[in-house]
């Protein structure tokens, strides 16, 4: 059991490490690739409206603050009441945990934990109101990619570009549906006759169980779906200020078209809190829409640096939390 616990240990840390070292690899990538063009980003920083920069940072924080009020409703659906200060001052330090510290402790993890541990909350069902929110989100991506669509952002990419979303938007689809309803589609059966999918198979029913368990529960997933839809408004608004602050108008229906392939990009767990994922797509993509490639870089990494400020003020609380807790024992 000891040696069983050793190695389940080893890998986690050396799964930490590899998030770590393509992190680091991915933002070497993007120096790299735009070296030429780092001579410019002092100046742009320079010139930087600083007013559309503070209204980002104000859009970028209320984007993430709407999180609670998402969670709250899912957990509503199970008459689980907790203080909306707490689910937000919880949502912050998950972010300092997805983001900052290369453990196997997630974000989600933390919040499933935390409300354990103060309220009572079932681990399981507060697991399940995360996983729904995360779907959620995703969802609302999706609905928000479709309108950007219906004013032809495709037109603006180049034909490799358009080729790939042809082949990876579909394929999205259709693994959505197929974990809204898996049963249908027997997954069942061929996760038992294919060997490399079993590991799969335990998150796929767990996440339909989540749907099982709210499916007479529409009100509250309907709110949740709201908050998700305003909660990305919030990002697009605060993108749409970073670009003004460096002078880039391309318009405010663009990033609803470059957000949510960002994020689903920046999702894919192979990096520390989607670092170097987020802003070499935010680059391409900005560059896609005729966009300078000194200016594309300089927006990229002023949202690295709103991403590294979130997850400090999350670990700030999360400091203060544990000396409030500790002097309360004392």
Do not use: C
């Amino acid at each position: 059991m000891i040696d069983k616990n050793k190695k389940d240990s080893l890998k986690k840390i050396l799964k930490a490490l590899l998030r770590i070292l393509i992190s680091f690899g991915l933002l070497a990538v993007l120096i790299l690739i735009n070296y030429r063009h780092l001579e410019h980003v002092p100046e742009l920083l320079k010139n930087l409206n600083i007013l559309f920069l503070f209204l980002s940072i104000i859009f970028y924080f209320l984007s993430i603050i709407f999180e609670a009020p998402r969670w709250r409703s899912l957990l509503k659906a199970h008459n689980i009441h907790i203080p909306l200060a707490y689910l937000l001052n919880s949502v912050l330090i998950g972010g300092f945990y997805n983001t900052l510290l290369p453990t196997s402790v997630g974000g989600d993890a933390y919040r499933g934990i935390d409300l354990h541990k103060k309220f009572k909350v079932s681990i399981h069902e507060n697991i399940l109101s995360l996983l729904l929110g995360r779907f959620l989100g995703i969802i609302s991506g999706i609905v928000f990619l479709l309108v950007s669509f219906s004013f032809k952002m495709y037109q603006h990419l180049s034909r490799p570009f358009t080729l790939g979303l042809i082949i990876f938007f579909p394929v999205i689809i259709f693994l959505v549906i197929l974990l809204v309803i898996p049963k249908k589609f027997k997954l069942d059966v061929l996760f038992g006759k294919i060997k490399f999918l079993r590991r799969f198979k335990k998150s796929v029913f767990e996440f339909s169980e989540v749907l099982d368990s709210y499916k007479r529960k529409g009100k509250y997933v309907f709110i949740s779906f709201l908050y998700s839809v305003l909660s990305n408004l919030l990002s697009f608004t605060s993108f749409y200020f970073i670009g003004l602050a460096l002078k880039i108008n391309l318009g405010f229906i663009p990033y609803m078209f470059i957000i949510p392939v960002t994020w689903a990009i920046s999702n894919i767990p192979i990096t520390l809190g989607g670092f170097g994922l987020r802003e070499n797509t935010l680059v391409i993509l900005l560059k896609e829409f005729g966009v300078r490639s000194s200016s594309a870089l300089t927006f990229s990494l002023i949202v690295l640096v709103f991403n590294i400020l979130m997850a400090i003020i999350g670990g700030i609380m999360l400091i203060i939390r544990n000396f409030i807790f500790k002097n309360k024992k004392l």
